[in-house]
Structures are given as C-alpha cells and as structure tokens.
C-alpha cells in the first residue's frame, strides 16, 4: 500500500471504528440512548480512536485494528449481557478481571458466558488470525514507520477528544444500569475507571474504637470469648420464596434463632454474586454506598494499599489472634493480598484443606466446620475466625438432581426448571448442619463462643425466579453465644451494622 495512502488509512478506520463500536451497542442489554450528552460522545470517539491508533501502530494495518476492536468491543458487549442476564448489572469496569479469572476460573465463569458466546468469541478471533496471515491481509498491510506515526496521530486525536470531555467530567450515579442508558458503554466504563484511581475518603466505625479507650464488658482476657464469624455462601431462608420447601432443611438454622441473641433480614450490596462486596462491608464496617467506584470490588483499592481499619484489626489489639478460613485458592479476589492488610494473623485457603471432604464440586461446609473447631480447640489465646464458605457456590445448573432429592426437600411436586432450587435446597442443608455442629461444637471450646452467621448474597437461579420472582436481595443473620445468654430478639440490619452489633452482643464493647 502506498505511503500516502497509508496515513489516511489510520483515519478512515478510526472512523469505522467508531461506526461499529456505536452500531454494536445496539446489542447491549439496556440499550443506551443514542441522545447521550456531547462529552459521552467525545470520549466514545476518543477512546476508539486511540485505541485504533494504538493497534494500528502495533500491528502495521489499519484495517487488522479496526478488526481486532470490533471482536473485542463485541466479547464484551456479550460478557456485559451475560451479566446482566445472571446478575441485573451490567458489566463495569471494576469486571476487568473476569477475562484472567475465566481463565484461571473457568467453572465459575464460562457457564454464565454461556458456550455459545464463548464460541463465538473464539470464531472471532480465528477470523482475524486468518485475516493477519492471509494473503489479503499481506496486500494490506505497509511501511512500519509510517504506520507507527500514523497510528500515534490517531492517538493523539484521541486523546484531544478525552480531554475536552473530561474538562467538566460527566456525573455518574454508580447505578450501572442507569449510568449504561445515559452515557454509553464507553463512556460509562471511562468514567467508572477515572473515579476508582483515587482511594475513597470514607473512614471506618472501627477508626474511633482504635482513638479512644475501649472497656469491653468481659475485662481480662482470660473471660474473653472465641469469636467465630461464618459468611455462608448464597445463605437466606429459600422457604419465603417457596411454601413447598420442608421446613426441616433449615431446622437447625430455627433452633440458633431461638436460642440467639438477635436475628433478622439483613440488607447486603451484592445480589447473586460479587461476594467481597458483601465481606467488606462486614469486616470494615462502611456502608458500600460511601464507597464511589470502588463499591464494586473494594478489595482492589485495598490490595494498592489503601488502608482502613477492620473488625479484624480491632480484634487483635484486644488480644485476639485472627484467621481467615476460606476454601478456595487464596489469590481469588486478591485475599492473599487483603487479608493480611485487613488485620488477619492467618489466611487459610484451599491448601488446608488437602484431602478434605467435598459435596459438589467445591469443600464442604462440614469440612470448613470441622476447622473451625479444631482451631478453637487447640487455641491458647482469644480467638477470631472469619470463614468464607464454597459449597453452595454455582454454577448450581451443572449439579444433576434425583427424584429422591426432591422428595427429601419439598412436601410436594414442583414446577419445571426447579432444579436449580434443588441443588441449592442441597447445600443449604448443609450449611443448617454447620451451623448444628458448631453449636454443638462450642460446648467443648476451652472458653465460650460467640457465633455471626450471615449470608453474602441471594443465588443465581434465574429460572426459578421466571416462575417465583426474584427476591429483593435480602440474606438471613443470626447472633448466637454459646451459654444460650440472652433472648431472642427480630432485628433488621445492613451488613455493615452487623459487626458493631456482634461486638456489643458479646459485651466487647459498651
């Protein structure tokens, strides 16, 4: 090709670029509004345009660029419908790990995705492979340094485009829905990605209990009692949404309530998934709200070093010694990296549980049980455990279910594409015998228990809710001491209320 239409080539296909990236977000699931504000439109076209100059400079052909952002703008507007088909949000930028982790992760990612858009994907990709080392994409392609200048000039214009709109920043709610339909995918994703660079500038409840004297109600450490909290997976009572459920599948669930200190529905910030949203709040005490961009994976601000004070934290200058049980590899979310940060003397992943029992595909809820309460045992100190349990982790659709299943946990015949509900009826009754066998369990502690079980969030089953409706969001908690002090009390609370409730249930602060 020759040189002088080589560096108009860059233009014309900035311009494609833009075209289809556009046209593209006629798939997207909200559709955005085509009458979005000029500065969405400016940083549209910055970004695809600095985007094609940087391919164009990298791979010496307009045209192989413009491609290549075509599929990629493509698999994500397929990634961002999967979401929001499993989740009701849509794909943000704080996602940006899901390409590593599905990778790293396949069987928590790929069946959402779905195999078909996986496939599809892939086809994409194998075209612009054959495009690169095909003859027509010889023909096509140039002179290196003039694509290379050609391809920094589109940058450059880029550049001027995301700069003028970024001269009075677009406002965003962080309601991803809302934020899609106002101003785009390219520029909602921009600008969620320009507010996560600052830290937030929001302070801890546990800030003002590290600045002044604390008296705990139990004042030696000898009286201070083990503190167990258990962040049950996809944990609430299924029985609200479903009369036909057997009550006996949370029977030992009932019996911690009667015996509790408090109980109630608790308001989490995660619905289906995106656990840590749910863990930070309950470990840091903030309301996700107050959190900005970062509300949608807190623990990556952490993991850069941003630091705030923790339920863990407060624990250990009592004299607790603290650990983090979760049975999954340790780097998932980061934690490897968190945990420690967050105040945690110990973190505990998939390793500890070499040989361990599972149920599904993930360990057991017994197994995690079971550390529990050989850590309690052979403690010589106050104790703290944070577990995170796996088992009723989807995706639940690729469990089989039987009829003896069914007749165990429904007092009579469901409609079809219930077995979702199945699987997950499964595993609830295996988190309600954790919770029987860590009450059982206190009693043989050198020192009394105090127990927080929680859910994270409500599970995916989409079909299920096509029949009965979605639930609100909504999870379960329960406070619990192991002398059965106390009387049992209704009350509703935000996960981020729910630490500072436990501590003064358990007399540790006044």
Same mark, same amino acid.
């Given at each position: 090709?020759?040189?002088?239409?080589?560096?108009?080539?860059?233009?014309?296909?900035?311009?494609?670029?833009?075209?289809?990236?556009?046209?593209?977000?006629?798939?997207?699931?909200?559709?955005?509004?085509?009458?979005?504000?000029?500065?969405?439109?400016?940083?549209?076209?910055? +970004?695809?345009?600095?985007?094609?100059?940087?391919?164009?400079? %990298?791979?010496?052909?307009?045209?192989?660029?413009?491609?290549?952002?075509?599929?990629?703008?493509?698999?994500?507007?397929?990634?961002?419908?999967?979401?929001?088909?499993?989740?009701?949000?849509?794909?943000?930028?704080?996602?940006?790990?899901?390409?590593?982790?599905?990778?790293?992760?396949?069987?928590?990612?790929?069946?959402?995705?779905?195999?078909?858009?996986?496939? +599809?994907?892939?086809?994409?990709?194998?075209? %612009? %492979?054959?495009?690169?080392?095909?003859?027509?994409?010889?023909?096509?392609?140039?002179?290196?340094?003039?694509?290379?200048?050609?391809?920094?000039?589109?940058?450059?214009?880029?550049?001027?485009?995301?700069?003028?709109?970024?001269?009075?920043?677009?406002?965003?709610?962080?309601?991803?829905?809302?934020?899609?339909?106002?101003?785009?995918?390219?520029?909602?994703?921009?600008?969620?990605?320009? %507010?996560?660079?600052?830290?937030?500038?929001?302070?801890?409840?546990?800030?003002?209990?590290?600045?002044?004297?604390?008296?705990?109600?139990?004042?030696?450490?000898?009286?201070?009692?083990?503190?167990?909290?258990?962040?049950?997976?996809?944990?609430?009572?299924?029985?609200?949404?479903?009369?036909?459920?057997?009550?006996? +599948?949370?029977?030992?669930?009932?019996?911690?309530?009667?015996?509790?200190?408090?109980?109630?529905?608790?308001?989490?910030?995660?619905?289906?998934?995106?656990?840590?949203?749910?863990?930070?709040?309950?470990?840091?005490?903030?309301?996700?709200?107050?959190?900005?961009?970062?509300?949608?994976?807190?623990?990556?601000?952490?993991?850069?070093?941003?630091?705030?004070?923790?339920?863990?934290?407060?624990?250990?200058?009592?004299?607790?010694?603290?650990?983090?049980?979760?049975?999954?590899?340790?780097?998932?979310?980061?934690?490897?990296?968190?945990?420690?940060?967050?105040?945690?003397?110990?973190?505990?992943?998939?390793?500890?549980?070499?040989?361990?029992?599972?149920?599904?595909?993930?360990?057991?809820?017994?197994?995690?049980?079971?550390?529990?309460?050989?850590?309690?045992?052979?403690?010589?100190?106050?104790?703290?455990?944070?577990?995170?349990?796996?088992?009723?982790?989807?995706?639940?659709?690729?469990?089989?279910?039987?009829?003896?299943?069914?007749?165990?946990?429904?007092?009579?015949?469901?409609?079809?594409?219930?077995?979702?509900?199945?699987?997950?009826?499964?595993? +609830?009754?295996?988190?309600?015998?954790?919770?029987?066998?860590?009450?059982?369990?206190?009693?043989?502690?050198?020192?009394?228990?105090?127990?927080?079980?929680?859910?994270?969030?409500?599970?995916?089953?989409?079909?299920?809710?096509?029949?009965?409706?979605?639930?609100?969001?909504?999870?379960?908690?329960?406070?619990?001491?192991?002398?059965?002090?106390?009387?049992?009390?209704?009350?509703?609370?935000?996960?981020?209320?729910?630490?500072?409730?436990?501590?003064?249930?358990?007399?540790?602060?006044?």
């Amino acid at each position: 090709m020759h040189a002088e239409h080589a560096v108009f080539a860059p233009v014309l296909a900035a311009i494609l670029a833009m075209v289809a990236t556009a046209a593209l977000e006629l798939l997207l699931r909200p559709r955005p509004s085509f009458s979005r504000p000029a500065r969405a439109w400016a940083l549209h076209a910055g +970004v695809v345009c600095a985007m094609t100059g940087v391919l164009t400079a %990298l791979l010496g052909n307009s045209w192989l660029s413009v491609g290549c952002l075509v599929v990629l703008f493509l698999i994500l507007v397929l990634v961002n419908n999967a979401k929001v088909a499993s989740l009701g949000e849509p794909f943000v930028f704080q996602d940006y790990e899901y390409f590593t982790d599905m990778v790293r992760y396949p069987r928590l990612y790929i069946p959402f995705f779905g195999w078909r858009n996986f496939l +599809v994907s892939v086809a994409g990709g194998l075209a %612009l %492979l054959y495009f690169a080392v095909s003859e027509v994409g010889h023909l096509l392609h140039y002179n290196w340094g003039v694509a290379i200048l050609a391809g920094m000039a589109a940058v450059v214009l880029g550049a001027v485009c995301v700069w003028a709109a970024e001269r009075r920043p677009l406002r965003v709610s962080f309601d991803p829905l809302g934020d899609l339909r106002v101003l785009g995918f390219v520029a909602s994703l921009w600008r969620y990605w320009a %507010l996560s660079r600052k830290f937030p500038e929001v302070s801890s409840p546990f800030e003002s209990l590290d600045s002044r004297p604390v008296r705990p109600l139990r004042t030696t450490q000898k009286a201070l009692p083990h503190m167990v909290a258990v962040q049950s997976e996809s944990f609430f009572d299924p029985r609200r949404l479903f009369p036909a459920i057997r009550p006996s +599948v949370l029977a030992e669930y009932d019996r911690l309530k009667a015996q509790s200190r408090a109980w109630g529905a608790l308001r989490v910030p995660a619905w289906g998934a995106n656990t840590v949203r749910s863990e930070f709040s309950f470990l840091s005490g903030i309301d996700a709200s107050l959190l900005g961009a970062h509300r949608f994976n807190p623990y990556r601000a952490l993991a850069r070093g941003w630091k705030v004070a923790t339920l863990a934290a407060f624990l250990r200058s009592l004299g607790y010694r603290t650990i983090c049980i979760h049975p999954y590899f340790r780097s998932f979310y980061l934690r490897d990296k968190v945990m420690p940060r967050m105040g945690f003397d110990a973190f505990r992943g998939i390793e500890s549980f070499t040989g361990a029992r599972c149920y599904g595909p993930y360990i057991s809820d017994m197994a995690v049980a079971d550390m529990i309460l050989e850590t309690l045992k052979t403690a010589s100190a106050p104790t703290f455990v944070f577990a995170i349990t796996m088992e009723n982790h989807g995706p639940l659709h690729l469990e089989t279910v039987g009829q003896a299943d069914e007749a165990e946990l429904y007092s009579s015949a469901t409609p079809e594409n219930f077995e979702d509900l199945t699987v997950f009826l499964r595993h +609830v009754r295996s988190a309600d015998a954790m919770i029987g066998t860590l009450a059982a369990g206190a009693a043989a502690c050198n020192r009394p228990m105090e127990l927080c079980w929680y859910g994270d969030h409500v599970p995916i089953m989409p079909k299920v809710y096509d029949t009965l409706g979605a639930p609100c969001g909504d999870v379960e908690y329960v406070l619990w001491n192991g002398t059965r002090e106390g009387i049992a009390t209704h009350q509703d609370a935000g996960v981020e209320q729910l630490a500072m409730k436990w501590l003064a249930s358990a007399g540790l602060i006044g």
